[in-house]
């Protein structure tokens, strides 16, 4: 809803329900006029991804051999870009044969990431990868007040500044946000913080945090104007 990506899960319903869909749009424009709102918002969506994290719930698959450099590529980049997968080992998988015949892939296909039976990808690259989950985001030719090149906590941080000032900010990032403080179980000297946190929810929060401020100045120029 707010970053753009490609859902990871799908819902069935059974028996007469009534649904309310709230567009994107509709979304970004109300934690943009309601802050209050918009931080219980924020708040809920990043205890939701944590939570989604820690049940595994995804459909996503990366299927590959513990021994492959390829298959550790794969999961790192998931792992980095907080996109939730599960990992199943050829060599360990007692099922991992009726799996292969149904994916209609062979041992020598791995590693390979599989969407449910929606979709299959074999040994995909990561730019591959970025492209089919909608990581991968398209630049629009137009004149920045403000690059950032890493996406680290201090590039993350000073884009959070940037963009809260109303400046036009773009942050550029070759593999993913949160550099590699990123991927540390714990961290406990930021400011901020004195309980300590990891990483990977550091860099999440701060991602919240920079597309709000960035939406909310875009409001106030709309409003400006």
Not at 22 to 48: F, H, M, V, Y
Not at 88 to 95: S, T, V
Not at 126 to 150: C, F, H, Q, W
Request: one cysteine or more.
């Amino acid at each position: 809803m707010l970053s753009g990506r490609a859902s990871v899960l799908s819902k069935v319903a059974k028996g007469d329900v009534a649904v309310f869909e709230i567009s994107p749009d509709t979304l970004r424009r109300l934690i943009d006029q309601e802050p209050k709102l918009g931080n219980i918002i924020l708040a809920a969506l990043i205890a939701r991804s944590q939570i989604l994290r820690d049940l595994n719930l995804s459909p996503l698959q990366v299927i590959g051999s513990r021994f492959s450099a390829d298959t550790f590529r794969i999961h790192d980049f998931f792992a980095k870009n907080r996109v939730f997968s599960s990992w199943i080992d050829i060599e360990n998988d007692p099922n991992m044969e009726e799996l292969l015949k149904r994916l209609k892939i062979s041992e020598g296909d791995t590693p390979v990431v599989a969407f449910g039976n929606e979709w299959t990808l074999r040994n995909p690259t990561n730019r591959e990868l970025a492209e089919k989950l909608g990581i991968l985001r398209t630049l629009k030719e137009e004149v920045y007040d403000l690059a950032i090149v890493g996406a680290g906590p201090s590039g993350l941080a000073a884009a959070v500044y940037g963009a809260s000032e109303g400046l036009s900010t773009v942050v550029l990032e070759r593999k993913a946000h949160g550099g590699q403080a990123g991927t540390s179980s714990n961290i406990e000297n930021y400011p901020g913080f004195p309980m300590g946190l990891s990483g990977s929810a550091l860099a999440g929060q701060m991602v919240c945090r920079l597309r709000n401020s960035a939406r909310r100045s875009l409001h106030r120029a709309r409003s400006a104007n």
